[in-house]
């Protein structure tokens, strides 16, 4: 019975027919108002004058005051979106940069990053670093080197390397096949 009511069917089904019914009612209540039909003592109508306004949530801008950061991103990604995503799926956040991931054609869809003047200076280096798949990612949708070997194509940082200096985890990061685009070859 658990499976029932926690499946995505039913809690679908209940909000269509929820939606449904309201709209019907809102329907009637507009065809009774503008006198096309007229009945008395609708109970309905006064059902829906009690119902609650339903808040849609927004996105809230991130309050960070970024003067005082001692570090240039501090592990969080909090600040880089906080006017929002251009897209809700397949998100994955790294040490300092967002992407949305396209599991079709296993690359990102966008990627976000902060540059700053710390951010670009540091101790990191590119020797420490290799490609790597995305475990975060399913197997099936996952790039792989493989798919670049043999192929001609040169593997692309969308959030570059060389902007991740500060840490040489966030430079680790952006070596993850998911940050990575097929290029032409040199």
Known sequence: MRRIFNSKLFVSGVS???????????????????????????????????????LIPGVCAATVDFATRSE???????????????ALSQIKSRESYVIA???????????????TDKAITGNSNRKFCEFKEDDSVHPYHRATNDDYRGSGLDRGHLAAAANHKWSQKAMNDTFYLSNIAPQNGS
């Open 72 to 86: 240039p991103h501090g592990g969080q990604t909090v600040e880089i979106m906080k006017y929002g995503f251009p």
């Open 101 to 115: 991931y396209d599991p079709r054609n296993r690359t990102a869809l966008w990627v976000v990053e902060q540059l």
């Open 16 to 54: 269509l027919a929820v939606g449904v019914g309201l709209g019907a009612g809102c329907f009637r209540d507009l065809v009774n108002r503008s006198g096309f039909a007229h009945v008395k003592n609708d109970p309905l109508r006064d059902f829906y004058k009690q119902l609650p306004a339903l």
